[in-house]
């Protein structure tokens, strides 16, 4: 036994040598285990971005811009089947605007549709009787686009309106109700210009819209709207073009962002007139917009990237 003794306490160390070794090699595994697949994940990582860089961009037709808009100005409303007078006030009104490029001619044709309304309180000039007038506008639009300088856009083309609105006068008994329904087809366009000051990012635009041919309700000079009822058509659906409905569109806008988001203000001017069957009308509003801006992109499942679009 005395023989042995000496070659025990060795054993023991060495046993503990080696469970601390292998204690210590597993925490190196584990380390290993953490840091290298990290490292190569992250060298992926930066792979898959140096490969997202060099692709192309996402087309255009993939991306579209919303944009909604709350205004405030004045008003004037004339019509002779209501009052020989003119009307003067207040108007609010909104507007939501969407604007796509398409795939047509090589990407080179923007969709722009606009859905507006207003309603407008107003008082003769010796404030003794009101008017109250309420419309719906959608146009359609279809504008092929220029780049200059690389920078300036100019987009031109054609689109179609539709509106329907009324006319309240509170002073008359008889006809006291003027309808408003019109349809045009006319010449729009638009110039886009963004710009920087100070590093931050602008985008100025006009658009301008004219229309050319239409149609347009309208009561003959005298006529009530019992006597449409009863006796029927009597030429109430007048062709109007801008020698009889000379109308226009200036719409003045400025894109800026805050604290991350695209809001835009701008001046619109809105002015619809008609003289037809006997009888003269105008609405004429201006206002001042205030809103802000969303863009979309569209992409698709094996798209791997996803780029801004500012139309």
């Known amino acids: 036994m005395n023989k042995v003794t000496p070659f025990i306490f060795p054993l023991r160390r ?3 040598f080696s469970v601390g070794i292998s204690k210590t090699a597993g925490c190196f595994g584990l380390l290993y285990m953490l840091c290298f697949p990290m ?3 992250t060298e992926t990582q930066m792979e898959r971005g140096i490969a997202v860089q060099t692709e192309p961009p996402l087309p255009e037709n993939r991306h579209t811009t ?4 709350f205004g405030i100005g004045g008003s004037s409303l004339y019509d002779t089947y209501l009052s020989p007078t003119t009307y003067r006030g207040v108007q609010i ?3 939501h605007e969407t604007l796509r490029k398409t795939h047509w001619a090589g990407g080179r044709i923007t969709t722009q549709s ?3 309304g207003f309603v407008a ?3 003769n000039r010796m404030e003794k009787a009101d008017e109250y007038a309420g419309k719906c506008n959608y146009s359609i639009g279809w504008h092929y686009n220029w ?3 690389d920078r300036l856009r100019i987009m031109a083309g054609g689109e179609a309106h539709a509106g329907l609105g009324v006319i309240y006068n509170t002073r008359n008994s008889n006809n006291p ?3 408003k329904a019109e349809i045009d087809v006319g010449a729009s366009a638009i110039a886009i210009f963004p710009f920087h000051i100070r590093k931050v990012p602008f985008t100025a635009r006009y658009q301008f819209s004219l229309p050319l041919l239409g149609g347009m309700f309208s009561p003959q000079y005298g006529q009530s709207y019992y006597e449409i009822s009863h006796t029927g058509y009597d030429h109430n659906i007048c062709f109007t073009y801008p020698g009889n409905a000379p109308s226009m569109r200036h719409f003045l806008t400025l894109d800026f962002p805050i604290a991350g988001f695209t809001f835009r203000a701008g001046y619109l001017c809105d002015i619809r007139q008609s003289s037809v069957n006997g009888l003269k009308s105008h609405i004429w509003n201006h206002s001042f917009m205030v809103g802000y801006v969303k863009h979309f992109s569209f992409i698709k499942r094996k798209d791997s990237q996803h780029r801004p679009f500012v139309m």
């Open 66 to 69: 919303h944009a909604t808009l």
């Open 177 to 179: 109700v003027q309808a």
């Open 121 to 123: 309180s107003t008082s």
């Open 39 to 41: 490292a190569a994940q």
């Open 147 to 149: 780049l200059l300088w």
């Open 14 to 16: 060495l046993r503990h």
């Open 114 to 116: 606009i859905v507006d």
């Open 93 to 95: 009104n909104m507007l």
